[in-house]
């Protein structure tokens, strides 16, 4: 079956960079959710998406932004980057019908040197 | 939503049943218990989830108590590749926008 698919999957950049993640949703899923895991930390919602539009927001500092396309995949912009945004960052998408139907992707793995 | 309570870190045998508890004392009447787990450093990954009756599938059970406070998972044969962080989450579904937050979980140690 289909996946949630993150690319990259790790990228390096240095302070004060620009990054962009992008975010494959599983095929009709209209949802889309970002989360950053800092290194020992669990999971912190970001931002979420649904029909193209901003749903929720979370701790997601100012510096980022975020949007979803009319294909559904969304992209994760980070500007100005710092060395405290080294993380692992997770994409997951949903059809809103239950558990089974929220979807992780395998992350990409941000580097700020 | 509904905070839980997880102990930190538990051990489990190879091939014992891991018995994971989780506490949710003020679960409103709509919302449902779930549980991911992540291995370390991949997607957290839907194991379960369940309103007030007790669920199984290929994965796992969910145990939940009749007042739903409190609810087990229960990995029946646990191998190696069980060890992992579990959370136990209450949320409400289903909602097209209702995000997954994450808590403290349960680190969960397989000894072989």
């Known amino acids: 079956a289909a996946g949630v698919i993150q690319s990259p999957r790790h990228l390096i950049k240095e302070k004060r960079e620009t990054a962009t993640l992008k975010c494959y949703p599983i095929?009709?899923?209209?949802?889309v959710y970002w989360y950053q895991q800092g290194p020992g930390q669990d999971p912190q919602f970001l931002i979420s998406f649904y029909e193209k539009m901003q749903s929720d927001k979370g701790s997601i500092p100012d510096r980022f932004s975020a949007q979803q396309f009319s294909d559904y995949h969304s992209e994760l912009n980070m500007s100005s980057l710092e060395l405290g945004d080294s993380a692992l960052y997770f994409c997951?998408?949903?059809?809103?019908?239950?558990?089974?139907?929220?979807?992780f992707g395998s992350g990409t793995r941000l580097t700020v040197v | 939503d509904a905070k839980t309570t997880q102990p930190p870190s538990m051990d489990c045998a190879e091939g014992r049943a891991a018995n994971l508890p989780c506490n949710h004392s003020?679960?409103?009447?709509?919302?449902?218990v779930y549980w991911y787990r992540q291995i370390h450093s991949q997607g957290p990954q839907y194991i379960i989830h369940g309103l007030k009756n007790n669920e199984t599938n290929e994965m796992a059970s969910l145990i939940i108590t009749e007042d739903r406070k409190s609810s087990t998972l229960i990995l029946p044969h646990a191998t190696l590749r069980d060890t992992a962080v579990y959370y136990c989450?209450?949320?409400?579904?289903?909602?097209?926008?209702?995000?997954?937050?994450f808590g403290k979980g349960t680190r969960l140690h397989i000894l072989p």
């Open positions: 095929p009709r899923h209209d949802t």
């Open positions: 997951a998408s949903s059809a809103g019908r239950g558990g089974e139907g929220y979807t």
């Open positions: 989450i209450v949320r409400v579904a289903p909602r097209r926008d209702d995000k997954i937050i």
């Open positions: 003020t679960i409103s009447g709509n919302e449902y």
